[in-house]
């Protein structure tokens, strides 16, 4: 990757965004509270008193925001690469997504599949988790793995559009519009899922990368990503999270994630916000963002009861600091993942798929 | 008994987690273009 082109910043090298890992950090933690806040019950045996937190307005399930910033920001960074010339062709590209995605994702579903819960998942199952195939219900063998089969199936757009057909990105929300009319002549589930609002974001996080440097965003940038974290808040106290997603998620959750992204990578750019995004805790939960976001829900299943079971920490120091501690040793574990597991996993795979990119 | 455990487990915890963080902060500035960009896409 030495022979990357200069990108369009100016520099020889590649530009890393801070504000985008520091975002990624935040949101895999957001998603992370949200199942410790569902999961808390059972991993105390339904036993009151129950977490303040979880029953405060809408704040259970507040944290699935997580994905819209999540998808928001995966825009942004297959534009970004596009403008950089990072690969050559869909091959290729497809190549480094398959290769950064796959190893812990795989390894993450064989191991829950095989060793957590053996004999739960039919082969099946299986099977479609490991080659991200959507099924109708949305299901993967490890619960986040739904959004990485949109991830994957947007990657595949996006690198046909740009790199086979060499067209606009505005191609990407054509193909998007199209599925919408395919569900309502086919009502194809493949269609349906590949309609919801939410994948929009993927679709705004490449726009966002095209508009951040305009004046007029750049000069109201504090003011957008300000504006986007106040209305994202504000839907804890009137957004009753569900899993329809739909336009009811994508107006409270999907909008304001837009506007923070947009405000965020506009702020660094011309920058502002650096005491934000320098956060050395938010930029390692950035960088182990993929490790929590994917192992977090496998430990609902050995982990609690060392926390709720022997050492009882609901008992002494109340349900609240019990959820956050949990949660808390969750993101530590997927920092402690990522380092010892996901890094030296994906430069391993790098090193083997080297012959396919040059 | 189990206070001092939960509180040795989340010192030790927060010191593992201190120390990756350090020493791998020094160590990201040696990355190359493509872990950089690793980083950032998934």
């Known amino acids: 990757v030495s022979s990357l082109p200069v990108n369009p910043i100016g520099n020889a090298t590649v530009t890393e965004y801070r504000s985008i890992q520091t975002l990624r950090g935040v949101a895999a933690t957001m998603v992370a509270m949200m199942h410790v806040l569902f999961f808390y019950p059972q991993a105390v045996g339904d036993k009151p008193p129950m977490p303040y937190m979880a029953s405060f307005y809408h704040l259970r399930g507040f944290g699935g925001s997580g994905i819209q910033i999540f998808f928001v920001i995966s825009g942004f960074i297959m534009a970004y690469l596009n403008a950089i010339g990072e690969t050559k062709s869909f091959f290729q590209f497809m190549v480094r997504r398959i290769t950064r995605i796959a190893p812990l994702y795989w390894m993450a579903t064989l191991f829950f599949a095989y060793v957590v819960v053996p004999g739960h998942f039919s082969t099946e199952r299986v099977i479609d988790s490991l080659f991200f195939i959507l099924r109708p219900d949305n299901s993967t063998v490890v619960g986040p793995g739904w959004s990485l089969n949109f991830e994957m199936i947007f990657y595949v757009i996006f690198g046909l559009i740009t790199l086979t057909f060499r067209v606009s990105f505005v191609w990407v929300g054509l193909v998007f519009l199209a599925f919408g009319a395919l569900s309502e002549a086919t009502n194809f589930y493949f269609f349906t899922l590949m309609s919801d609002p939410i994948v929009w974001c993927f679709f705004a996080g490449i726009v966002i990368f095209h508009t951040h440097r305009l004046p007029f965003v750049q000069k109201n940038s504090r003011s957008i990503f300000v504006a986007g974290l106040v209305i994202l808040l504000s839907a804890i106290f009137w957004h009753t999270a569900d899993k329809s997603y739909g336009v009811r ?67 002494w120091a109340g349900p609240d600091v019990a959820a956050l501690f949990f949660l808390a040793s969750l993101v530590a574990i997927g920092v402690v993942i990522h380092y010892l597991i996901e890094k030296p996993l994906t430069r391993l795979v790098r090193a083997l798929t080297k012959p396919l990119l040059s | 008994m189990k206070i001092l455990l939960t509180v040795a487990l989340s010192v030790l915890g927060i010191a593992i987690v201190s120390l990756i963080i350090r020493y791998k902060t020094r160590q990201t500035q040696k990355e190359t273009d493509e872990e950089k960009l690793d980083r950032m896409t998934w």
Do not use: T
């Open chain 1, 249 to 315: 998620q994508f107006l409270p959750w999907g909008v304001p994630s837009m506007m923070i992204v947009l405000g965020a990578v506009s702020m660094e750019d011309c920058g502002k916000g650096r005491r934000i995004f320098g956060n050395r805790i938010l930029l390692v939960l950035g960088n182990a963002s993929y490790s929590i976001y994917l192992m977090h829900e496998i430990l609902f299943f050995r982990f609690p009861s060392l926390l709720f079971d022997i050492i009882g920490i609901q008992k």
